[in-house]
């Protein structure tokens, strides 16, 4: 907070004396191990980004609560979000998918969702509409999710589907 009452927020420290709070975000979109959020509890963001998720949603026909939920798991609304693995912006698109779905600047909030959306609908129409199947495939690929006929066993990924799962349910009773 700097001397005009101004919060900022940076990834490195800052030069010089003053006092710094340094916030730490263990849990990435589906750790398995990670217990510290209360996703039944965790506050909604129902504004962030609300004119391109409701577009993107009805180009694709994807429910916005599901958008919302996918972004809120992936990135916490945070369009400049890096996974561990790669996976870049709000939606976390992995780069071959960003080449893939042709997304000009990932980091571009229009495009991110726009891209984000599309793909999630293609695995909504692969999956024959069953969210479990498509948020599965969205996070450990389609091939993934064929090849077990269903969730894959994996930690990571049936972490995932419980915390979309949780989120999509919150955000579409937050709509009523």
Known sequence: TDEDGVTH???????????????KFPCYASDPNC??????????NRRA??????AAADVFAVDDALIRAIIHAESAYQADALSPKGAQGLMQLMPATQRELQVAD?????????????????????????????TAAYNAGPSAVRKHGGVPPYAETRE?????????????????
């Open 160 to 176: 995932y589907v419980r915390r979309v799962k949780i989120l999509y349910r919150r955000y579409r009773s937050a709509e009523s």
């Open 106 to 134: 990932v980091f571009d909030p229009i495009d991110n969702i726009e891209g984000g959306t599309r793909y999630l609908a293609g695995l909504l129409d692969e999956f024959n509409r069953d969210v479990e199947l498509a």
């Open 49 to 54: 980004f609300d004119e391109e998720i409701r």
């Open 9 to 23: 927020y940076t990834s490195t420290r800052p030069d010089g004396p003053g006092d710094v709070t340094v916030l």
């Open 35 to 44: 217990g510290q959020l209360d996703w039944e509890h965790i506050p909604l």
